[in-house]
């Protein structure tokens, strides 16, 4: 059987020059790679700013992400890029700080539970369909766009127990495009050692739009937050609610206004910009692939018939998991996890200096030419054979690994589950002709280009 292989950015057949990468990665750090960066174990480029190490072997990003992780606390330089936006939140926090906000998050986490989530999952689901729904049958959509709704609305609601829509979903849409868009151009002038050729215009417009998304945030957190303050009760049982009432375990403080802003902030955009990545290329891999996609509807309409989801559902959806396990192997959210090495270590044949960056690249490991058959072919059942247990095992970590595991992992799988058999149990998803995706890695893995699709509705919805 022939698989669909989705477009990808090529990699050179050698390595660039350092100017060729500095101009390269100011679009996308895909643009950055070569032929052999799909199959080496380890790999180093020593630019004037740091000296960067990639490791793709499974031994090597064990010990950077779990066995070792202290000593590889997370790259500066991308706390530096994320601070306007997300503060000092657990997303970029190191050591004690970030172990007091990990304590703390975690039993506030609990509130975003499947069975307390579900139902708003469920709700901001079903707004989505009316949106479909309200399209004229075979029109075309940019499907991109749409899942970022949805997912921003899912959280918004799990949040703030308060549906995203009209202008400031797409104020929060537009602004985080833009940040993400300046990303590069803000961090690579450090890299290379040119902190100069940072334009201040560009980091003036980073600043501004991460202002725009947290001025929306902060406006909805003060009234809970003073609430809270003056002794009266939650409104809601939300995920607000639990960060307001969390405290440290150690002197028993709670967050501040700011560091709750920042938390709020952080769990809003990782909670919803990753599963938007990931449910974007999800559905353009679907189009392409419309017998996978009739086996869907037919499991979907067989495990729901016309009523509607229950939590219980989703794990009896085993090819729907599937298509979203194999889409995040060719387009993980976040292509690369940054690491600075506390100290000097020894890997491989190679010598890491203290303050050097290590980045372990899911894009990479993914796609490796030694861990999976057909790695840049588009193949859910390959999880229903045995050959796919030792990668599975090895060389997979769409949400990370070891202490810094993605909290939301379950919360983004079951999203990811809803979203897809909902869709395809009432519409079949088809390419525009001539409309090819392209992938640009910056803080997640977007197209630059939109992910623009055929709708049409399915006789039996």
């Known amino acids: 059987m022939t698989h669909f292989c989705p477009a990808y950015p090529r990699p050179r057949a050698s390595r660039a020059s350092k100017a060729l990468l500095f101009f390269s990665a100011r679009r996308s750090w895909l643009d950055t790679l070569y032929e052999r960066s799909y199959s080496m174990q380890m790999g180093e480029v020593h630019l004037p700013g740091v000296d960067l190490y990639m490791v793709n072997e499974p031994a090597l990003v064990k010990q950077v992400l779990g066995e070792q992780a202290a000593d590889f606390p997370k790259s500066p330089l991308l706390a530096e890029a994320l601070a306007p936006l997300l503060g000092e939140s657990i997303f970029t926090t190191n050591g004690a700080q970030w172990q007091r906000q990990r304590a703390m998050m975690d039993p506030a986490f609990a509130q975003a539970r499947l069975q307390v989530a579900f139902p708003r999952m469920r709700e901001a689901t079903q707004a989505l369909l009316q949106r479909l729904q309200a399209l004229p049958d075979g029109a075309e959509h940019d499907m991109e766009m749409e899942m970022t709704h949805v997912t921003a609305d899912i959280i918004f609601r799990t949040i703030f127990s308060l549906p995203l829509e009209g202008?400031?979903?797409?104020?929060?849409?537009?602004?985080?495009?833009?940040?993400?868009?300046?990303?590069?151009?803000?961090?690579?002038?450090?890299?290379?050692?040119?902190?100069w050729l940072t334009w201040p215009w560009d980091?003036?417009?980073?600043?501004?739009?991460?202002?725009?998304?947290r001025g929306l945030l902060e406006k909805l957190v003060r009234p809970r937050y003073e609430a809270y303050q003056a002794g009266l009760p939650h409104p809601q049982a939300d995920i607000l609610s639990a960060f307001l009432d969390a405290r440290d375990p150690q002197t028993g403080a709670p967050f501040d206004f700011d560091e709750l802003v920042n938390q709020v902030a952080m769990l809003f955009l990782a909670g919803h910009e990753t599963s938007?990545?990931?449910?974007?290329?999800?559905?353009?891999?679907?189009?392409?692939?419309?017998?996978?996609?009739?086996?869907?509807?037919?499991?979907?309409?067989?495990?729901?018939?016309?009523?509607?989801?229950?939590?219980?559902?989703?794990?009896?959806?085993?090819?729907?998991w599937n298509v979203f396990r194999e889409t995040l192997r060719l387009f993980p959210p976040v292509g690369f996890f940054a690491r600075q090495s506390a100290g000097g270590c020894p890997m491989r044949d190679k010598q890491v200096p203290a303050g050097a960056t290590v980045v372990v690249s899911p894009w990479l490991i993914h796609r490796?030419?030694?861990?999976?058959?057909?790695?840049?072919?588009?193949?859910?059942?390959?999880?229903?054979n045995d050959a796919a247990r030792e990668p599975l095992k090895r060389a997979y970590l769409p949400f990370g690994m070891g202490p810094r595991v993605c909290l939301g992992a379950a919360f983004a799988l079951q999203?990811?589950?809803?979203?897809?058999?909902?869709?395809?149990?009432?519409?079949?998803?088809?390419?525009?002709?001539g409309h090819v995706p392209q992938p640009v890695g910056r803080l997640t893995i977007r197209s630059a280009n939109g992910v623009r699709l055929v709708l049409r509705r399915r006789a039996t919805a």
């Not at 980091?203 to 998304?213: D, F, H, L, N």
């Not at 392409?288 to 009896?316: F, N, V, W, Y």
């Open 203 to 213: 980091t003036w417009r980073s600043r501004r739009a991460a202002q725009e998304i």
């Open 167 to 195: 202008a400031d979903a797409h104020r929060v849409f537009d602004a985080f495009a833009r940040y993400q868009a300046l990303a590069p151009r803000l961090m690579l002038p450090a890299l290379f050692g040119l902190r």
């Open 368 to 384: 490796h030419r030694q861990w999976w058959a057909e790695p840049d072919a588009f193949d859910p059942d390959r999880y229903d």
């Open 276 to 320: 938007a990545s990931a449910l974007g290329w999800a559905s353009y891999l679907l189009a392409h692939a419309p017998a996978i996609q009739d086996r869907m509807h037919a499991e979907a309409s067989a495990q729901l018939g016309e009523r509607q989801p229950e939590s219980t559902d989703m794990k009896q959806l085993t090819l729907t």
């Open 415 to 433: 999203e990811a589950a809803l979203i897809l058999s909902s869709i395809v149990r009432h519409w079949r998803l088809e390419p525009v002709p």
